[in-house]
DNA sequence: TATGAATGAGTCTTCATTCAT
DNA sequence: CATGAATGAAGACTCATTCAT
């Protein structure tokens, strides 16, 4: 054939995704998603590199978003935008995160349930892990940037109270994620989040 | 005879604690754990049923903990003090589950580890999903019963927030362990944990 | 298309040579060689037969060579020239032998040691096995002349050692090749290798 | 068993001698092992760390004999004993280190023709490379010193020259073993090999 | 001619568990 | 109780070659 022959490939994605969803990664076999996709074994091998690059590839999407999302906020060139944005609540920040991440459940649920619940064995078990940590310095820096702008605002917190909020967030679209949480029921739950968030940062910023 | 039993008996389960902490229940071998402990292959099958029985048997004590600590607050036998302690602010209830988990870390800071992190392969592998659905239904009903004491905080949350506010106390442990924070440390962020949580509650209710 | 074809044939060529000296035969495979040559996988089936056909192809001209040389000594037409030769000394014929030698290096240096150091699993792993065996029956043939000739040389040496004395001198090249010894620093120890042929030789025809 | 079981282990150890020999250690098959040794395949694993070790332990002993012979000489400790043997003609010399090979060659024939010719993807597949080189390096001292003692033999080598020699004498051993030739046809032969050697250093240094 | 997919048998290695002693 | 051998099934991956287009 002188064209790249893709059904294939993603036979083998499609396959590997359910199986990866229902037994994880490492309880995935090979031959499993061989049979399953109704592609020689060795043939796979044409497609991919190995068991964790069909991993990485089924989840790519995702990783790439939210990476590209945390490098945003991270990007110098747009410190005029952050700065402005600062004027406005805390709350609409957050909104604005909890809006990006309802973005991707759309987009990617069933990836995202590969990269929270179904990860172990591959490269990407630590994945959020490090995202929590690079996200968490995301969250620092903002938050510094508030207290220079809104200095009656003054109060540094810890850096683990910091992280943990971080967490948290992730963890609310985890478990939205985990308990199959339809998105208009997940949009609702988030005025909750949001206004417990927003009640609890201006609490621990009047002490 | 018995005696000699039960020092070989503690050797495995100390070595296998050791190895699982560092390379997680699926990627330690039944092998290294013999080698390591000084005690012949065959011979752990005549102390464990097998290798998941080990795993279980090192975690045993917080689990039981765990669920004691769960069942006591279902337990129909406490209502009373139950219902006189629903008198006070859910700070404070939020407060002694607090310190509850502290005293857990205390003293089994690496079996909480292990259950956490390292359970992937093991039959615990899912303990705290299935604990905190649980630990959920009990605060579901603290807050119903609040609701009935004091109805001037009428208000029914979704239960996915109440799900949710489990699981953040659970993950804010979770993290504690993870970041290897110091029980010292842990106090004093818990009360920032604390002011948190209330002034969210308290703005909920209001609403 | 001829012109086309010659031009892949090559490539490929090329880049199986460079791959059989980097890694030897069997640790090469037909992927890498299409993937570094630019030439599609099966594509390579349409000039050669297989592997092995790549490997032989390389190495042809030295290996015809070689077997054009034993057979110009074998070959009855060339008894004449061949018995006129024997009136000079030994030490002329290993000096004409060694030259001989010397010029395939010059030619052929990388296909030489493809054919000492990186045949294993081809059918020429075991061509200087059979090329110093049918040597040898040169060398036999040549000393037998030299015996009936030259009688006062009378000696009958053992066929095992006119044999590694064969071997020898292969083994001389091989480690010129080897070792990377250039050819000018080759042709200098070359003098010492005659000189302690030519002695050794008179040394045993004097026993 | 309370005891460790060797009978299977050296069944293993013979089988795959027989099959290395056969036919190489690449192209042996640990399943071939396993089937022809009438072991489990997966029990072989109990007995050796993988394929290479089977390798290497069947070829242990003539190793071992080898770098033992090797250190011997170069050991300080002895040098008293070497210059007192500087004294006697290098012939000597020669025919110590011939009789060396031949006892190695008696215990250890199918050792040695493992080593030397079926070694091709083992650890071991250099062995003779390396341990030309540093068999060199010890003919290299022996001959410095013999410089310094006999000055009139004073010559000073080409260090290839030096180094093909050792080749030599282990090529020579080397088709011994190819050619299966026997011992007591060996050691005759050895008596033209030393006349040789001798006869040619002799006239190198005359130069 | 050219391509990369497909095949199919093969590679070594791992491991929880049971067995014989 | 203790031991290490034995089992048996599974694991990921490789590769020369042929096939369909």
């Known amino acids: 054939m002188q064209f790249k022959k893709s059904y294939n490939s993603d036979d083998i994605l499609k396959t590997a995704e359910k199986l990866f969803l229902k037994n994880g990664f490492s309880r995935t076999s090979m031959r499993d998603i061989a049979e399953k996709s109704g592609v020689?074994?060795?043939?796979?091998?044409?497609?991919?590199?190995?068991?964790?690059?069909?991993?990485?590839?089924?989840?790519?999407?995702?990783?790439?978003?939210?990476?590209?999302?945390?490098?945003?906020?991270?990007?110098?060139?747009?410190?005029?935008?952050?700065f402005t944005e600062l004027q406005t609540m805390s709350a609409q920040?957050?909104?604005?995160?909890a809006e990006a991440y309802l973005?991707?459940?759309?987009?990617?649920?069933?990836?995202?349930e590969l990269l929270f619940f179904r990860?172990?064995?591959?490269?990407?078990?630590?994945?959020?892990?490090?995202?929590?940590?690079?996200?968490?310095?995301?969250?620092?820096l903002f938050l510094s940037a508030l207290n220079q702008k809104l200095p009656q605002a003054a109060h540094t917190f810890d850096d683990f109270t910091i992280h943990i909020h971080t967490v948290w967030m992730i963890t609310f679209f985890?478990?939205?994620?985990?308990?199959?949480?339809?998105?208009?029921?997940?949009?609702n739950i988030i005025s909750d989040y949001i206004t417990f968030?927003?009640?609890?940062?201006?609490?621990?910023m009047k002490r």
């Open 40 to 82: 020689g074994l060795g043939n796979i091998y044409n497609y991919f590199k190995n068991k964790d690059e069909i991993f990485c590839r089924i989840v790519e999407p995702v990783v790439k978003t939210l990476e590209n999302e945390t490098d945003k906020h991270h990007d110098p060139e747009n410190s005029d935008l952050f």
């Open 93 to 97: 920040y957050i909104s604005r995160q």
């Open 103 to 112: 973005t991707l459940i759309k987009k990617h649920r069933r990836q995202m």
């Open 119 to 140: 990860a172990e064995g591959s490269s990407m078990e630590k994945f959020f892990e490090r995202f929590t940590d690079r996200t968490t310095e995301k969250v620092k």
């Open 174 to 187: 985890r478990e939205i994620i985990m308990h199959k949480i339809s998105l208009e029921k997940a949009r």
């Open 197 to 204: 968030e927003s009640a609890g940062w201006l609490e621990l």
